[in-house]
């Protein structure tokens, strides 16, 4: 893979990232910027200390925005932002893959 | 500085320095320890935290100055991680914060005790008590996705299921101890605060229900799932936006040491950024070149042969417009992937609380 090529899967990836930073500002009316959480910043419990009714409201949230639903089963994908961002966006994980 | 407890491990346990305190590196493998943290019960040897008590009418306020995050409100049954900076934005260090009823306890990172100390006393401007009690307390861990059922066992059933950072005065074998529901590996996790000569007989009695674990299978659990281990982060004059600590930072609170700085940092033109890679079979030493399509974009934070992965697992620190997981860079001579956190799934995410 070239420079360019790495150069723009990393930007895919972060606006990925961005907008869900941005859906969970929004949603949570967060008083903070979205792009102060960072990528691998833990949500639920430690990091931004997510409650379950935080996730609950944004299970509501990515359904409506990503078209995505989510279960209790799958906290772990609120592990980060990332790993969110994998889940909602499948299409992530296998470009990485290749 | 010994451990307190060096006397009630076996012969054959491993003592390293970590910063200016000699604590228990393994006392087995750390395959075996590694295990026990992440599918039973392990039992920590924390005595190398410091632990710092402030207290006095201006303790409140003072913790406000030289804390990151905002402990206002933090009442004595709670407890909470926040980074202590110095003026120019830089980490002195991670503590736990500890509400108590006349002020709060400090527990700094492992070996960092004596820096932290003499940070808050040079800060000192409200004249509060600063009292380094880590001679006469002692902290034990106890870390695991089963760590529930050790502390049912050893004291008290309900103490288990206490919410993540609830703190609890409470007594074990009629000794007053303060403990707490916190960790570092994102299994279940507890603290207990015990006096010092009562240290090594509830150490003997946790033996019995979970297995001691050391500061390297500790720290390889910790990196697994991007829990800052700051004596090997916070190196080379990096800021907290760089470093990816911002969690640990209340941006929102108005003023603490450190805050111009790391606004600064925020605002100003990008630079590089932390994110976590595996792959490879040898382990590279912090500073390695980070080559992406072999065009040099970062260096080598640090990194361990992970056992949850079964690979080497390293932070990288490299410029931010590569700063994505699933990229593949070339770390020394293997080639790596970058990943995404936490690198491991705990365990614990999965086992409720019977």
């Known amino acids: 893979m070239t420079i360019d090529e790495l150069r723009a899967r990393a930007a895919q990836r972060q606006q990925a990232c961005d907008q869900i930073k941005k859906m969970i500002v929004n949603r949570l009316d967060l008083e903070i910027e979205p792009n102060w959480i960072t990528d691998d910043q833990?949500?639920?419990g430690r990091g931004l200390e997510?409650?379950?009714?935080?996730?609950?409201e944004l299970?509501?949230?990515?359904?409506?925005?990503?078209?995505?639903?989510?279960?209790?089963?799958?906290?772990?994908?609120?592990?980060?932002?990332?790993?969110?961002?994998?889940?909602?966006?499948?299409?992530?994980?296998a470009a990485a893959a290749v | 500085m010994d451990s307190v407890l060096a006397n009630a491990h076996p012969e054959e346990t491993v003592f390293g320095e970590v910063l200016d305190v000699t604590v228990p590196l393994r006392f087995s493998t750390p395959a075996e320890?590694?295990?026990?943290?992440?599918?039973?019960?392990?039992?920590?040897?924390?005595?190398?935290?410091?632990?710092?008590e402030i207290s006095g009418d201006g303790a409140v306020d003072f913790a406000q100055r030289v804390l990151a995050r905002d402990v206002e409100y933090l009442t004595s049954e709670r407890c909470m991680m926040s980074l202590v900076l110095d003026e120019s934005g830089q980490i002195v260090d991670q503590?736990?914060?500890w509400g108590r009823e006349n002020g709060m306890?400090?527990?700094?990172?492992?070996?960092?005790?004596?820096?932290?100390?003499?940070?808050?006393?040079?800060?000192?401007?409200e004249g509060v008590d600063i009292v380094d009690r880590s001679g006469e307390l002692t902290i034990l861990g106890l870390e695991g996705p089963y760590a529930w059922g050790v502390v049912g066992r050893l004291i008290d059933g309900e103490l288990a299921s206490l919410p993540f950072e609830a703190v609890v005065d409470t007594t074990w074998n009629g000794v007053d101890i303060v403990f707490g529901r916190t960790g570092f590996t994102s299994e279940y996790g507890y603290q207990m605060i015990v006096p010092t000569e009562s240290a090594a007989e509830l150490w003997r009695q946790s033996l019995e229900q979970a297995v001691p674990a050391g500061n390297e299978a500790l720290e390889i659990?910790?990196?697994?799932?991007?829990?800052?281990v700051i004596r090997h982060e916070a190196t080379g004059g990096v800021d907290i936006i760089e470093g990816g600590a911002n969690w640990l930072v209340d941006i929102t609170k108005e003023s603490f040491i450190g805050r111009e700085a790391v606004l600064e940092a925020f605002n100003g033109p990008t630079g590089r950024r932390t994110l976590g890679f595996g792959g490879g079979e040898s382990v590279p030493e912090p500073g390695t070149r980070v080559l992406a399509a072999g065009q040099d974009i970062g260096e080598v934070v640090y990194a361990v042969h992970s056992l949850g992965l079964g690979t080497?697992?390293?932070?990288?620190r490299v410029d931010a417009e590569f700063a994505a997981a699933g990229l593949r860079f070339t770390v020394g001579d293997a080639e790596v992937t970058t990943l995404t956190s936490p690198y491991i799934t705990p365990k614990s995410w999965s086992i409720p609380i019977i």
């Open chain 2, 312 to 316: 080497t697992l390293g932070l990288a």
């Open chain 2, 33 to 52: 320890e590694y295990k026990a943290i992440r599918e039973r019960a392990a039992l920590l040897d924390l005595s190398g935290l410091g632990l710092i």
């Open chain 1, 59 to 93: 299970y509501v949230a990515i359904e409506a925005e990503f078209g995505v639903a989510l279960y209790d089963s799958e906290m772990a994908v609120f592990g980060s932002v990332s790993r969110l961002a994998e889940t909602i966006r499948p299409e992530l994980r």
């Open chain 2, 95 to 97: 503590v736990v914060v």
């Open chain 1, 50 to 56: 997510l409650d379950s009714l935080d996730i609950l």
């Open chain 2, 105 to 125: 306890f400090l527990e700094s990172s492992c070996g960092a005790g004596p820096r932290l100390l003499e940070h808050l006393q040079k800060h000192n401007d």
């Open chain 1, 42 to 44: 833990p949500l639920f």
């Open chain 2, 221 to 228: 659990a910790m990196l697994e799932v991007r829990q800052p």
